[in-house]
């Protein structure tokens, strides 16, 4: 890791602006958003929404530095621009502001109910067992199908409602969760083979990650709609099948595109297509179940 002699206050910010992964993070709290505000319409009570979210914003940060944290040797060998490597946060630093933002998570969620809680330190768990060793393995997969299905769980729970949905979307979520990951993975898919990380996506490869990422994504789709079909989670058609309609031509287009592009920029922007196609889904899924 570089060694600078001093830092300036810019830097410092900069840093820390970095090490909390701000792009990832920021679609996360896409979801938990609308899924709260989703779980708690008609009648939404303002602090409950505005703890929930601020709760999973604390614990987000959380996971996020301490995965640069976890990974600051590996990063000097590969990513020199981490903010760690750079010098421009040293690694106590970033320790402590993990667990500051853990204790923040656990203070916001104390006046909420103890389930919220319970739900949100196990996502916690599976956000951190994946920084600690995890994610080096074909189990990160499992973590990010445990981990995803938590967030609806957790949203509805925050706001004291339950409807069949919070079952179901288990299931579902769970797709979407392994189809993130791999899309997530294949951006460092030579880096992490060539280091003998044996993640779910090196062990699948560059393609069967992309055509198994794609399967998952309409298989969930798929599901959702047969779910509304047989009434067993009711849902509004005008609302349902545009979305699913969108969603499956949004898989084929992809499927054809990572089918032709190899690189690092291209993968990342796969990854974000991913994740985008997986909000609306939810998204327009649950719209179609709640309103």
Known sequence: MKAQRSRRPIDVLRGFFLLCHPGPVLFHMIAVTVFVLLAAWPHVHWNTVIL?????????????????????????????????????????????????????????????????????????????????????????????????????????????????????????????????????????????AASRVRTLAVVLGVRGSCIASCLLIFLATVSIGVLAMTGLVPAQARFLFPTLLLVSLAVGILFVFSSVTKSYRAHKSSFYFVVVLCLVLAGGWLLSALV
């Open 52 to 192: 929930l979210i601020a709760a999973h914003l604390a614990m987000q940060l959380s996971i996020a530095v301490f995965n640069d944290y976890c990974d600051r040797q590996r990063d000097v060998l590969s990513k020199k621009n981490k903010p760690i490597v750079r010098g421009l946060v040293h690694p106590h630093e970033a320790l402590l502001t993990a667990l500051v933002l853990m204790f923040i998570m656990v203070l916001l969620l104390l006046p909420l109910n103890s389930l919220a809680l319970l739900i949100s330190l196990l996502y916690l768990v599976c956000g951190q067992s994946y920084n600690l060793g995890l994610k080096a393995t074909p189990l990160s997969g499992i973590v990010f199908a445990l981990a995803i299905p938590l967030i609806p769980v957790y949203a509805f729970v925050g706001v004291e409602r339950f409807v069949p949905l919070v079952l179901w979307q288990i299931p579902i979520a769970a797709l979407l969760g392994v189809a993130l990951h791999l899309a997530n993975a294949l951006p460092d898919i030579e880096e992490d």
